[in-house]
C-alpha cells in the first residue's frame, strides 16, 4: 500500500513559463521521473551533480520525482533530502491516523469496541466509501514542514530553482502541470495514485497521479527552454516473463506498467544528442521497498558516475558553482509573525467545536510543531478527509494562519466491524460478529448517536445518544438502551453446575464529564428486566424473572499507545452499581468492580499487569449480574466463562516479544509471548480464600491482523486441564 503512494506522477497544464534569468551557459533542465522507492536514486543523482559543480537552471518531476524535485527546487541540499528519505517512516505517513494520544475519548473507544479497522459510511441510502484508502492527513503537512522556508513563494519561477510538477485531471485525463499555487500541494498531488490517494482538489478540478500521462515529462522541461535536459528514468520496466503475470494484481499492475512504459518510450524519443539519459541499475528494488532507499539512492549515484563522461562538459568553475549554492540554498526563516488565527470550516460541526481543539489560537509566531500537535487534535475528532493548514497574506500587510478543515465525504453515519472467535480443536467454541454504526456529527453543536449490534456470543444490542453540553464536548448527557441475550456453560463451576441462559434489557440516561481525551466519569440510572434459566447438571430447572432498577457510577481510562499489542500505557475502569426499591427493582444489591491492565516495554518485548476483582457488598447477585471467569488469559485451558460467583478476583501477568514489527500497510507484526494467572470465583466475599486461587498460564503466537488480534494458544489452568485454542480477539 506504501508503495502505491511515492509511485505517483506527473502533472501538467501548459501555462506560458515565465522568464528566468539568461545564464551564460546552456540551460540546463533536470527531469525526474515518477518510480515510488525506487525515486529515492534521484537523491543519488543529484549528489553527483553538485560533486561535478554541475548547477541546473529548473527541476521537473512526477511523483517521486516531484517530491525530491521539489524539496531540491525548494533549496535543500542532497544531503538534507537523502536524510529525510532515509529516516521518513513512509508507514506512519500514510496511516491517516493521528497518534492515539490525540484522538478524541469516543474515537478512542472506537479503536477498543471494533478490532477490524474499515471503516464503511453509510449515504443517501446506501454504502459509502472514501475516494481513496489513505486521504494523506499526514502528507501534505509534512510536505508543507519540510518546504517552510519558502512557503510565501507561490510562484514556482520564485523559488530557489524554478519547478514544474506533473499531475492528471481526474476527469478529462489531461496532463497538468503545476507551476504555481503551494508547493506541498502540488508535491502530493503528483504522488496520488488513482485509488490509493484521495484526489487532490486544485483550482476546480481534482488532480491524481499523472504518471499514466507523462512519468518522464522530457517535453515541460523543452517547453521551459532547456537547452540541455538531464533525465533520471527510475521507471518500473513491465514484467517480461507472463508466467509472473498469474493474479489479478499482477495482470492488473502489469497493465499499468505497460501503459507508463509506452509514455516513457515516447518522452525519451524527445532526447537530442546533447541530453543526458540516466538509468539507474535498480535490480528488484520495487516502487514498495522504501526499505531500501539507502541502496536506490547509491545505484542513483553508480549511475550517474558512469556517465560522468556526459556531465563532465556540463561543469562550471569554482566561482560560478559558489554563487550557484549561494543563490539555491534556501536559509532558514525566522519566526514568522502571526497576526490572526481563523479556522476554514467545510463541516457541519459548529466554529466553536473545531476551536475548542485547537490549542494554538493564540500563537503569535508560527510555531510547526503546535501547529503539529493541533492538526493530529482535529484529526482525531475522526469526522474529516482534509485536516491542514497554511499562511495567508491579509489585506494590511500581516500574516494569518488559517486550519482547514473538511468533513469525510462518505459521512456522516459510518460503519465499524469487530469479530470475536474462540475455538479449542475439541468440537466447542464460539463466536462473536459485530457491527457499530455511528452517525457524528448529528448536529453542529457534536451530538453523536452510536448503536452496535452483536450476533453469537453473546446476541447484544445497544444504542446510545450522546449529547454534549459545551463546544468543547467535555460534559454530556446520554439516554442509552441495550438487549442481551446469552448462555453460559458452568459445568466447571464447583458451586453452579450447569447451563445458563440469560435474557435482559434496560434504558437508562447519564450525566457525565470527558476528562482529556484519555477518560471519562459518568453516573445514570437504568432501568429494566432480568430473565434467567439455570439447568442444572444433577437434574432440575430454575427460572428467575427480576424487574431491575439501578444506579450507575463509572470512571474509565485509557491511555495506551495502540488498542492491540500496546507498549505502554494504562486502561481500565471502575464501577459501582446499586440496584434500589425506589427504581423499582425487585432485588437490592450493590457490586464494585475494578478491571485495569497496564503495559511497559523494553526493546521489542512487552510486558503487562492486569487486575480484575468485583464483589457484591451484600445480596447474592442474579446469575446475569454475576462475575465470570475461563478462556485465555482468565485462567487459560478453561472454557470461556465457565465459572461464576458474587465475588471474583483474577490477576495475572503477560508478555510478549515482537518477532516482526511491521505496523504498515504492506505488513503486520507477530508476537510470541505467554500469560501467568491466579484466580477464582465465590459465592460471597465472605467465603474468599486466596488459598483457593487457580493458578493458569499459557504461551501463544499471535498476530495482529487486519480482522483483529489473532492467537494460537497452548493453555493450562490447575484442575482445568490443558489445551490448543484459536482465539480472535484481543489479548488482554
Same mark, same amino acid.
Given at each position: ?7 505517483a506522477?506527473?502533472?501538467?497544464t501548459n ?6 534569468d539568461e545564464?551564460?551557459?546552456?540551460r540546463?533542465?533536470l ?13 543519488g543523482?543529484?549528489?553527483?551533480? &553538485? ?7 529548473f527541476?521537473?518531476?512526477?511523483s ?8 531540491y ?15 521518513l &517512516?513512509?508507514?506512519e505517513?500514510l ?6 494520544e ?6 478512542r473507544?472506537?479503536?477498543?469496541d ?5 471503516e464503511?459510511g ?16 499526514k ?7 519540510l ?10 519561477d ?5 519547478f ?6 481526474l476527469?478529462t485525463?489531461?496532463?497538468?502541470v503545476?507551476?504555481d499555487g503551494?508547493l ?15 484526489p487532490v482538489?486544485?483550482?476546480?478540478r481534482?488532480?491524481?497521479?499523472g ?11 523543452l517547453?521551459m ?8 528514468d527510475?521507471?518500473?520496466p ?8 498469474? @493474479?489479478?494484481?499482477t495482470?492488473?499492475?502489469q497493465?499499468?506498467?505497460v ?18 539519459l ?10 514498495a ?7 536506490a539512492?547509491?545505484?542513483?549515484r553508480?549511475?550517474?558516475?558512469a556517465?560522468?563522461?556526459a ?7 569554482e566561482?560560478d558553482w559558489a ?9 532558514d526563516r525566522?519566526?514568522q ?17 473545531i476551536a ?6 493564540g500563537?503569535r &509566531?508560527?510555531?510547526?510543531?503546535a501547529?503539529e500537535?493541533d492538526?493530529?487534535?482535529?484529526t482525531?475528532?475522526g ?6 493548514y497554511?499562511?495567508e497574506k491579509a ?9 482547514s478543515?473538511?468533513?469525510?465525504s462518505w459521512g456522516p453515519?459510518?460503519l465499524?466491524?469487530?469479530?470475536g ?16 454504526w455511528?452517525t457524528?456529527?448529528?448536529s453542529s @453543536? ?5 448503536t452496535g449490534?452483536?450476533i ?7 444504542s446510545?445518544?450522546?449529547i454534549?453540553l459545551?463546544?468543547?464536548l467535555r460534559?454530556?448527557v446520554?439516554p ?10 458452568l459445568?466447571?463451576d464447583?458451586?453452579?453446575?450447569g447451563d445458563v ?10 450525566l457525565?464529564?470527558v476528562?482529556?481525551d ?8 437504568r432501568r ?5 434459566t439455570?439447568d442444572?447438571?444433577a437434574?432440575?430447572?430454575t427460572?428467575?424473572d427480576?424487574?431491575i ?6 470512571f474509565a ?5 495502540l488498542?492491540d ?5 494504562l486502561?481500565? @475502569?471502575a464501577?459501582a452499581?446499586a440496584?434500589?426499591?425506589a ?10 468492580r475494578?478491571?485495569?491492565n497496564?503495559?511497559t ?10 487486575v480484575?476483582?468485583?464483589?457484591s457488598l ?11 471467569l475461563?478462556?485465555?488469559g ?5 472454557p470461556?466463562?465457565?465459572?461464576s ?5 483474577l ?10 514489527? &511491521?505496523?504498515?500497510l504492506?505488513?503486520?507484526p507477530?508476537f510470541?509471548g505467554?500469560t501467568?494467572?491466579?484466580g477464582n470465583?465465590?459465592t460471597s ?7 483457593d486461587?487457580?493458578?493458569g498460564?499459557?504461551v ?6 487486519p480482522l ?6 497452548v493453555?493450562a489452568?490447575d484442575g482445568e486441564g490443558?489445551?490448543?485454542?484459536l482465539?480472535?480477539?484481543r489479548?488482554?
Amino acid at each position: 500500500m506504501l508503495a502505491l503512494i511515492l509511485c505517483a506522477a506527473p502533472l501538467c497544464t501548459n501555462p506560458p513559463v515565465a522568464p528566468f534569468d539568461e545564464p551564460k551557459r546552456p540551460r540546463i533542465g533536470l527531469v525526474l521521473s515518477g518510480g515510488g522507492a525506487r525515486g529515492a536514486a534521484h537523491v543519488g543523482v543529484l549528489e553527483v551533480l &553538485e560533486e561535478a559543480h554541475i548547477p541546473v537552471d529548473f527541476v521537473v518531476g512526477t511523483s517521486m520525482g516531484a517530491i525530491v524535485g521539489g524539496l531540491y527546487a525548494a533549496g535543500s541540499s542532497p544531503t538534507e533530502i537523502r536524510a529525510t528519505i532515509e529516516t521518513l &517512516e513512509w508507514g506512519e505517513v500514510l496511516n491517516d491516523s493521528p497518534p492515539r494520544e490525540s484522538l478524541a475519548w469516543r474515537r478512542r473507544q472506537e479503536t477498543r469496541d471494533f478490532l477490524i479497522g474499515l471503516e464503511v459510511g453509510w449515504k443517501d441510502g446506501g454504502l459509502a466509501v472514501p475516494r481513496g484508502v489513505v486521504q494523506g492527513l499526514k502528507i501534505e503537512p509534512l510536505f508543507r514542514k519540510l518546504t517552510m522556508r519558502v512557503s510565501d513563494a507561490q510562484d514556482f519561477d520564485a523559488l530557489p530553482l524554478p519547478f514544474r510538477a506533473v499531475a492528471m485531471d481526474l476527469a478529462t485525463g489531461q496532463r497538468v502541470v503545476l507551476r504555481d499555487g503551494e508547493l506541498a500541494q502540488a508535491m502530493r498531488a503528483s504522488m496520488s495514485i488513482a485509488g490509493a490517494f484521495a484526489p487532490v482538489e486544485r483550482d476546480g478540478r481534482e488532480l491524481v497521479d499523472g504518471a499514466y500521462v507523462d512519468n518522464l515529462p522530457i517535453d515541460v522541461a523543452l517547453e521551459m527552454g532547456a537547452d540541455i535536459v538531464i533525465a533520471v528514468d527510475v521507471g518500473t520496466p513491465p514484467e517480461s516473463d507472463s508466467q509472473k503475470i498469474a @493474479s489479478f494484481l499482477t495482470v492488473a499492475t502489469q497493465a499499468q506498467d505497460v501503459v507508463i512504459q509506452a509514455g516513457r518510450e515516447r518522452a525519451r524519443a524527445l532526447l537530442r544528442p546533447q541530453d543526458v539519459l540516466i538509468e539507474p541499475a535498480l535490480g528488484s528494488i520495487t516502487f514498495a521497498d522504501f526499505d531500501k532507499a539507502l541502496e536506490a539512492a547509491n545505484a542513483g549515484r553508480d549511475s550517474a558516475l558512469a556517465r560522468a563522461g556526459a556531465l563532465r562538459a556540463l561543469s562550471v568553475s569554482e566561482t560560478d558553482w559558489a554563487a550557484f549554492v549561494a543563490r539555491h540554498r534556501a536559509k532558514d526563516r525566522p519566526p514568522q509573525p502571526i497576526a490572526r488565527v481563523r479556522i476554514e470550516n467545510r463541516s457541519s460541526l459548529s466554529d466553536a467545536v473545531i476551536a475548542a481543539r485547537i490549542e494554538g489560537l493564540g500563537l503569535r &509566531e508560527l510555531d510547526p510543531k503546535a501547529v503539529e500537535h493541533d492538526l493530529a487534535r482535529l484529526t482525531g475528532l475522526g469526522i474529516f478527509d482534509r485536516v491542514d493548514y497554511r499562511t495567508e497574506k491579509a489585506a494590511d500587510g500581516t500574516t494569518d494562519l488559517v486550519y482547514s478543515v473538511r468533513e469525510k465525504s462518505w459521512g456522516p453515519t459510518y460503519l465499524r466491524f469487530g469479530l470475536g472467535l474462540y475455538d479449542d480443536f475439541q468440537g466447542s467454541g464460539n463466536y462473536a460478529l459485530g457491527v457499530g454504526w455511528t452517525t457524528t456529527p448529528f448536529s453542529s @453543536s457534536g451530538v453523536e448517536w452510536r448503536t452496535g449490534l452483536t450476533i453469537g456470543t453473546p446476541l447484544r444490542i445497544e444504542s446510545e445518544l450522546w449529547i454534549p453540553l459545551d463546544p468543547g464536548l467535555r460534559w454530556f448527557v446520554a439516554p442509552l438502551g441495550s438487549y442481551e441475550k446469552r448462555a453460559y456453560d458452568l459445568d466447571e463451576d464447583t458451586d453452579v453446575r450447569g447451563d445458563v441462559l440469560t435474557e435482559s434489557w434496560e434504558v437508562g440516561a447519564d450525566l457525565g464529564r470527558v476528562l482529556g481525551d484519555w477518560g471519562e466519569a459518568r453516573i445514570g440510572v437504568r432501568r429494566g428486566a432480568d430473565s434467567n434459566t439455570l439447568d442444572r447438571v444433577a437434574g432440575g430447572s430454575t427460572d428467575t424473572d427480576l424487574d431491575i432498577g439501578t444506579l450507575v457510577a463509572r470512571f474509565a481510562w485509557d491511555t495506551l499507545d495502540l488498542p492491540d499489542f500496546p507498549r505502554s500505557g494504562l486502561v481500565g @475502569s471502575a464501577e459501582a452499581t446499586a440496584a434500589i426499591d425506589a427504581l423499582g427493582s425487585d432485588e437490592d444489591f450493590e457490586t464494585l468492580r475494578l478491571r485495569t491492565n497496564g503495559f511497559t516495554s523494553f526493546g521489542d518485548t512487552t510486558i503487562g499487569f492486569g487486575v480484575d476483582a468485583g464483589t457484591s457488598l451484600d445480596d447474592a447477585l442474579p446469575v446475569s449480574r454475576s462475575f465470570f471467569l475461563g478462556g485465555f488469559g482468565r485462567l487459560s485451558g478453561s472454557p470461556p466463562d465457565s465459572q461464576s460467583g458474587d465475588t471474583v478476583l483474577l490477576v495475572r501477568a503477560i508478555a510478549w516479544q515482537a518477532l516482526t514489527n &511491521e505496523r504498515t500497510l504492506l505488513g503486520f507484526p507477530v508476537f510470541v509471548g505467554g500469560t501467568l494467572e491466579a484466580g477464582n470465583t465465590w459465592t460471597s466475599s465472605e467465603h474468599v480464600d486466596l488459598g483457593d486461587l487457580s493458578v493458569g498460564g499459557s504461551v501463544f503466537l499471535a498476530s495482529d491482523t487486519p480482522l483483529g488480534p489473532a492467537a494460537l494458544v497452548v493453555g493450562a489452568t490447575d484442575g482445568e486441564g490443558s489445551g490448543f485454542a484459536l482465539v480472535f480477539g484481543r489479548l488482554y
